[in-house]
């Protein structure tokens, strides 16, 4: 086994996909968490998203 291989060089993408009940459930969460962490454009994509589908 080498120290250097392949994936040494292969960039890893991951993602998440939510479902509208799972984004109702937990967005408030995920609001609060954003802007803990001071990511305050993932705040506002999830408070956009709840305000679209509460109505």
Do not use: C, P, W
């Amino acid at each position: 086994y080498s120290g250097v291989n392949l994936d040494s060089f292969m960039k890893t993408i991951t993602f998440q996909k939510i479902t509208t009940e799972g984004i109702l459930e937990i967005g408030k969460t995920i609001e609060i968490m954003a802007e803990a962490e001071g990511l305050q454009a993932h705040k506002n994509a999830v408070t956009l998203r709840l305000k679209q589908l509460k109505g």
